[in-house]
């Protein structure tokens, strides 16, 4: 199939070019068949799908109460499954699962490879370790010991998922966990990652607590989630610039879960805060990922596209850079380069037109025309 006469982003560099993507069956192709059909698609703009490195298909966002989601299995499923459609119908082409405990989101993954199903590319890690009554615990993977920590990691492996997550600290969402505690000593962190590595597979961390996101870095993890710098003074109070330099030597991606509620912060006292933070992470060259942590209460599967414009105005980046942060750089963050992220020749034909340009406007992310996903359109109503 081949999409004519478009102005085209490839999702790496700063320019737009005017041109044609070639489609062959799921990947981009070079020049064209001459029996391909073909669809003009003048006037408009084609970027890579949107990838959101931090959701969780399992949870419901109109539940507030993590204990009280569905419990019933094939329910549950079911609402995966519409959720992973409405996903990729907002042009979203690859998602981060990072956490649920029934290994329902591998299922689901697996149904969408085989085509069977319609949705994003889900990359997947199953039940995080967390400590005894940790943040997460009722997703079953507390551990206290190492071996312990090992036991879970390998259930993981045998569900089949594509990364480990790890609670390296504790949460809002759990009752009776604190954000800023940590969890875990560097020594266990560090057999953690070292562990993981045996298998095969990268580690991304949960971090509110400044402690515990300095653990994190110094463990080698491959993703900070959230990264909230919270102190004894508050959220984002504690912010240390000698981890943000080790964070950045180290090549780690922070990946900030801001999400389109985050909007609340842009009038509050707490923006010149967060602004801040993010202004020094960038001096010392740390990286970040676009993510919005979907699924917990109020923050939709598809925020995606909403958040970028919120994540744009509060992380300090231009609208290329929070593209970026949404399609290559995720690519590269989560293991997928060369597989999805960019529009070219070899990648997964992963695309998403839009009638104005995104790039002028990120609310435009609000409105795709069209979804392509493994070379498949999907229809955006
Ligand atoms: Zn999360």
């Known amino acids: 199939m081949l999409y004519k006469n478009l102005n085209i982003w490839n999702g790496v560099g700063e320019d737009i070019f005017f041109g044609d993507i070639f489609v062959d069956k799921d990947i981009f192709g070079i020049g064209r068949s001459k029996q391909s059909s073909s669809k003009d698609f003048s006037g408009c703009f084609a970027i890579p799908g949107l990838i959101d490195s931090h959701i969780h298909l399992c949870l419901d966002p109109y539940e507030r109460n993590p204990l009280k989601q569905e419990v019933d299995e094939e329910k549950l499923k079911a609402a995966m499954i519409s959720r992973a459609e409405l996903i990729v119908k907002a042009g979203i082409t690859t998602v981060r699962d990072l956490g649920g405990g029934k290994h329902l989101e591998l299922l ?3 149904l969408i490879k085989e085509k069977k199903l319609t949705g994003p590319r889900l990359i997947c890690a199953g039940q995080p370790i967390t400590s005894r009554g940790g943040h ?3 997703w079953g993977g507390e551990a206290e010991s190492i071996e312990e920590a090992i036991k879970v990691m390998n259930r993981q492996a045998m569900a089949a998922v594509d990364l480990i997550k790890i609670m390296v600290t504790g949460g809002s969402m759990t009752p009776k966990s604190k954000p800023i505690n940590s969890q875990f000593d ?3 962190l560090t057999k953690v990652v070292g562990e993981a590595k045996k298998l095969n597979y990268p580690v991304a961390a949960h971090c509110h ?3 515990g996101i300095l653990k994190a870095a110094e463990a080698g993890v ?7 710098w919270v102190g004894e003074s508050g ?4 912010f240390d610039m000698k981890t943000a330099t080790l964070i950045s030597k180290k090549e780690i991606w922070v990946s900030p879960t801001v999400n389109s509620g ?3 912060y842009l009038e509050s006292n707490y923006l010149e805060i967060l602004r801040n933070n993010f202004k020094k992470m960038k001096e010392v060259g740390v990286r970040f990922i676009a993510s919005t942590d979907a699924g917990i209460p109020n923050i939709f599967h598809t925020d995606l596209p909403l958040a970028m414009p919120v994540f744009s105005e509060i992380a300090g980046l231009t609208n290329t850079e929070t593209l970026r942060a949404a399609t290559s750089d995720a690519a590269r963050a989560i293991g997928l380069s060369g597989v999805t992220g960019s529009i070219e020749s070899g990648c997964s034909a992963d695309f998403v037109i839009y009638d104005e340009n995104p790039l002028a406007d990120l609310n435009v992310l609000k409105a795709p025309k069209l979804v392509v996903v493994r070379g498949q359109e999907v229809s955006v109503d």
């Open 209 to 211: 607590g400044s402690d």
């Open 136 to 138: 997460c615990h009722f």
């Open 108 to 110: 689901v993954r697996d």
């Open 186 to 188: 560097l020594d266990f």
């Open 235 to 238: 959220w984002g109070r504690g």
């Open 222 to 228: 491959s993703t900070i989630e959230h990264c909230s």
């Open 262 to 264: 985050w909007k609340r």
